[in-house]
């Protein structure tokens, strides 16, 4: 099975800083990492591929500092992997993220996909779904286990709040792997110089896509960022308890409640 593998390479923070004139975020100089739910949706490819064969190809559409990134998926064990990258992508919201993926996508032979279930610095959770709409292909979310039946179809078990599906999906198919849904291997030093010693990792521009300017980054993008507004942060009161027991300090947790008009008795 041939599988991809979207990455995205995102600040290692959860404080990210944004420009007040145009509503987007600032990266520079904040250090990156892969996108901690992707490696969720790595793990599930490879092992894939440990059972059945095939390919894992990762792909990413971000600065060219995510090189580091993609040799983290390199050493990981995938085979392959795209760095998108063009000063015409700036600026772009899920919509134009999305096309400019689903573009370089559809120039790679696949099976299948994944994607991570949400990021942590935007966590909109549109990529994958979107990807998929232009791709025309099946997409299921939150999915915790896959296998391959043969004859061109996979079954996938999904979480729910409270229970678990079980889909049969014929590919090629799109899936986003739950959060917490494996344990994502560790990077293999053999693996990882790879990197230095053959041409794995691949750097797609726009005059490699071929797109449309007016359809990607800032552009092509819909979604306006009209005003962002912060959460003014609350002062602590700093009030410390030194109870002699439990007992004593249930008491005065219920006094004080009452007294900030959080409690009623
Ligand atoms: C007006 C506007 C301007 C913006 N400007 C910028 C900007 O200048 N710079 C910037 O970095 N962001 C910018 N953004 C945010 C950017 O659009 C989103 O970060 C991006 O579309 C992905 O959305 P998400 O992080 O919510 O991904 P989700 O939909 O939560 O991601 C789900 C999964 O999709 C995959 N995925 C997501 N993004 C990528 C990617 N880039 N490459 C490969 N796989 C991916 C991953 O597997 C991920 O787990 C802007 C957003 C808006 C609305």
């Not at 969720?40 to 440990?50: C, F, I, P, S, V």
């Not at 959460?231 to 947790?253: G, I, N, S, T």
Request: net charge positive; glycine share 6%.
């Amino acid at each position: 099975m041939n599988i991809v593998v979207c990455v995205k390479w995102v600040p290692n923070t959860t404080s990210v800083n944004i420009d007040q004139k145009t509503g987007t975020l600032i990266r520079t100089g904040v250090p990156s990492v892969i996108n901690p739910h992707d490696l969720h949706a790595l793990e599930m490819a490879l092992t894939l591929k440990d059972r059945y064969g095939g390919s894992v190809t990762t792909i990413t559409m971000a600065p060219p500092s995510a090189k580091l990134g993609l040799e983290h998926a390199i050493g990981m064990g995938c085979d392959k992997a795209m760095l998108v990258t063009d000063m015409v992508y700036a600026g772009a919201d899920t919509l134009a993220t999305s096309y400019t993926l689903a573009k370089a996508i559809s120039r790679l032979k696949f099976d299948l996909m994944l994607v991570g279930q949400e990021t942590v610095d935007s966590s909109t959770a549109h990529i994958g779904a979107q990807i998929a709409s232009w791709l025309h292909i099946p997409y299921l979310y939150y999915v915790v286990d896959v296998k391959y039946l043969g004859g061109g179809k996979i079954w996938a078990k999904r979480l729910l709040e409270d229970a678990y599906e079980e889909y049969e999906l014929t590919l090629p198919a799109l899936l986003a792997a739950a959060m917490h849904s494996t344990k994502p291997r560790r990077v293999k030093l053999s693996h990882k110089l790879r990197c230095r010693s053959e041409p794995v990792i691949e750097v797609w521009n726009n005059k490699t896509l071929g797109l449309e300017v007016s359809c990607v980054g800032l552009k092509g993008s819909p979604t306006i960022v009209k005003k962002t507004s912060f959460v003014p942060e609350v002062p602590r009161k700093k009030v410390v308890c030194q109870p002699r027991d439990l007992d004593e300090a249930a008491e005065w947790l219920v006094k004080r409640l009452v007294e900030e008009r959080l409690l009623k008795i």
